[in-house]
């Protein structure tokens, strides 16, 4: 392969244009799979998988997805790599580039991620890190406009703690046109990184620290687990985030039609109660859902397929 690779790391690396090839093409990708059809558009592709942490959704629905295009998976963990005897995420990359067609990998530190991709001559897929966790949020912006239809000039609400989940989202607020209001606590707050890209997005995105204010005449609510893969402080987490659960007092101050996301796992009882996750208003399996046919999109789209 000559050129830069294209790598999928952040949503703040696309053009709201690239973006939205994307969720067309998982759009019409889900269709076909609907009807039974499975095209072929990566056929004999090897994608290797690597997880440094637990995953259920991202590693079944990459290996999956690469199956229904035809292409093949490897199953990876960086415990069971000479990763975990310090060979250099440099060197592992430019080792991988000469096996297989593309890597996707879960790892805490982003910078990691970045080292990966920089020295990586086959695109890198990022299937999250502390910093971002874009495959997630481009299911979740299918899973809305399929419901809601376009994203652009729609009110979402972040409830919780400040995490990766969250920061894709405030990227995409930005690119797509949303308004996302953010209540977080302010000793789980964002770091400075996020801090600068919330700022970045200008009126698109504002924080605050009181739910029932992020909620009001909100299209959508959302909140992520209290403690993220890489937390230490579980115990602490839960008595400061506890007024931030999502329960059906809080959603009835939303919108009268607001969707409910959760990207999966649920800590019920703690971030949402089992009446609002299992509630009419919440969509969060089809989220699950479609994390399958967006990722086919971008596995098209890392391999330069754009449209069908
Ligand atoms: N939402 C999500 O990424 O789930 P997994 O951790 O199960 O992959
Ligand atoms: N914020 C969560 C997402 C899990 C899919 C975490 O990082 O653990």
Known sequence: ?????????????????????????????????????????????????????????TRVSFDVGMRQ???????????????SREETLS????????????????????DDLLELAGASSVPVINGLTRRAHPCQVMADVMTFEENRGSIE??????????????????HAAKLLGARLDIAVPEEYGPDQG?????????????LMEDPHEAVKDADLVITDTWVSMGD???????RILKPYRVNPNLMAEAGKDALFMHCLPA??????????????????????????????????????????
Not at 91 to 110: E, F, K, N, P, Q
Not at 153 to 170: F, H, L, Q, T, Y
């Open 194 to 206: 996020m801090l600068a890209d919330i700022r970045a997005a200008g009126s698109a995105v504002r």
């Open 267 to 308: 800590h019920r009882g703690d971030e949402v109660t089992d009446e609002v996750i299992d509630g009419p208003q919440s969509v969060v399996f089809d989220e699950a859902e479609n994390r399958l046919h967006a990722q086919k999109a971008i596995l098209c789209w890392v391999f330069g397929i754009e449209t069908l």
């Open 69 to 83: 295009l035809g292409g093949q998976t490897l199953m990876l963990t960086g415990q069971e790599m000479q990763l």
């Open 232 to 238: 230490t402080d579980e115990v602490e987490r839960r």
């Open 1 to 57: 392969m000559t050129g830069t690779p294209r790598h999928f790391l952040n949503l703040l690396d696309f053009t709201p244009e690239q973006l939205r090839g994307m969720l067309s093409l998982a759009s019409e990708l889900k269709e076909l799979l609907k009807k039974g059809e499975r095209p072929l558009l990566l056929k004999d592709k090897v994608l290797a998988m690597i997880f440094e942490r637990q995953s259920t959704r």
């Open 91 to 110: 060197d592992t990359a430019r080792v991988m580039s000469r096996y297989v067609d593309a890597i996707m990998i879960r790892i805490l530190s982003h």
């Open 153 to 170: 000039g729609a009110k979402i609400a972040w409830v919780g703690d400040s995490n990766n989940v969250m920061a894709s989202w405030v």
